[in-house]
């Protein structure tokens, strides 16, 4: 059953048993009732037994493929009399082997009443630790559904020119990989790409990887377990989902926070290699003579021609030609915050854009605050807090004009 925090927050954590509910069996399950040729794959509620909860998601900068998203469980295996250890055949689990194994489902909830899914996946490891004299504890190591797809290679094939988002789609519906597009979120491209001849073996997340590189967008398995393709990530006129603040106030508050600013995303000469075109170079003279030449290069993006390679060169040089003060991360803890609070801090998810404000007792100006997307999570459950750190990436953010009401200047722009 679900347990509730010190702080109000709900978890559940549910373990994927191997067994199969409503699954259709001949001679005995009628035409049309609720039983289905798959079956339901039965899980059994472990919350009870849950120490300590890790979660990490998202990549480390915005020029960074996705890692695969992987949560850590470790359970009071002696409290549930070894219903977790392998090797204990009188466990209710067991079915020959034990039916809480690799491969099998894991769901992770919170929020209220436990209904927000903070990780859904599969468990990769279970790993039992014995401590004298009897006590043993389980630890179960788990992979989102992006770890899938890093284990499958495809079978060679050569698909037409199409957008990226379609290129995703003709991936992911390929029989080798089979990617159920009941859990997907494909968001139409602005790039599109051209004829690319893939070999038998190449790796589809590799593959995949380099369609989001060539798009300058994401690919990710979110905290529902759904793959989800975002288009370029260029201006936006998004507002910030959740505001944080170091301050008493109506933000919501955080604990921790670093900021960068330094060279590692200072880029003013990009080089975009195009397969079968002359390479795209994108040159921003005033930040090299004021910082020197730092080059970005990328080889053999599959994207459609010359026009496209220009279009990303130029797209990542507006984003990197210049140093930029940044919110690297920012840290979280849920005890203190109102239920309402925890909730959306906890299901925030990549993509997202947050606005951070920090204060200054002295110097100039007093508050600085800037938005960014969140690029990476990870959370850290325990019996006594819950913690969340959010990675963060540039966002560059624009106003829309509005007649009569806006100057003119580099925020406030038309849509045309």
């Not at 001949?26 to 979660?55: P, R």
């Not at 019996?383 to 406030?412: K, M, V």
Request: with cysteine.
């Amino acid at each position: 059953m679900a347990k509730t925090a010190i702080w109000g927050q709900t978890y559940k954590v549910l373990l994927d048993t191997g067994l199969l509910q409503d699954a259709f069996t001949l001679d005995s399950s009628t035409l049309n009732g609720a039983d289905v040729l798959d079956g339901v794959a039965d899980f059994a509620d472990v919350t009870e037994y849950v120490l300590n909860v890790g979660i990490q998601r998202g990549r480390s900068t915005q020029l960074n493929s996705m890692n695969v998203g992987q949560a850590t469980i470790i359970l009071d295996d002696k409290a549930a009399d070894r219903a977790f250890d392998p090797a204990n055949t009188a466990s209710p689990y067991f079915l020959g082997t034990s039916g809480i194994a690799p491969r099998h489902f894991v769901q992770i909830y919170g929020g209220t009443a436990a209904q927000e899914p903070l990780f859904i996946g599969r468990i990769n490891d279970l790993d039992i630790d014995y401590k004298q004299p009897d006590n043993s504890f389980a630890l179960v190591t788990c992979v989102d559904d992006l770890s899938s797809l890093a284990r499958t290679n495809l079978i060679g094939f050569n698909p037409s020119e199409e957008l990226t988002s379609a290129r995703i789609n003709t991936i992911l519906d390929r029989p080798e990989v089979a990617f159920s597009s009941a859990t997907r979120s494909i968001a139409t491209g602005v790039a599109t790409l051209g004829t690319v001849a893939y070999d038998s073996n190449d790796n589809v997340k590799s593959v995949i990887d380099a369609v989001a590189l060539a798009e300058d967008g994401r690919f990710f398995v979110n905290r529902g377990g759904t793959a989800v393709f975002q288009p370029r990530i260029s201006f936006t006129f998004s507002t910030a989902t959740v505001q944080f603040s170091d301050t008493a106030g109506p933000e919501i508050a955080y604990q921790e926070l670093s900021v960068g600013y330094g060279a590692e995303t200072l880029y003013n000469r990009v080089q975009v290699g195009v397969q079968g075109f002359s390479v795209s170079t994108a040159v921003d003279s005033t930040s090299t003579t004021e910082f020197g030449i730092s080059t970005l290069s990328l080889t053999d993006v599959p994207l459609n021609g010359q026009a496209a390679g220009d279009s990303l060169a130029a797209n990542l040089l507006a984003k990197y030609k210049d140093p930029v003060f940044r919110f690297n991360e920012i840290g979280v803890t849920l005890n203190g915050l109102s239920a309402a609070d925890a909730q959306t801090v906890s299901t925030l998810d990549i993509g997202d854009l947050v606005a951070i404000t920090k204060t200054y007792q002295t110097g100039s100006p007093a508050t600085v605050t800037r938005t960014m997307f969140v690029e990476s999570l990870s959370h850290e459950i325990t019996p006594g807090f819950h913690r969340i750190r959010l990675g963060l990436g540039q966002a560059q953010l624009l106003t829309q004009f509005i007649l009569d009401t806006s100057e003119l200047d580099d925020t406030n722009v038309g849509l045309g």
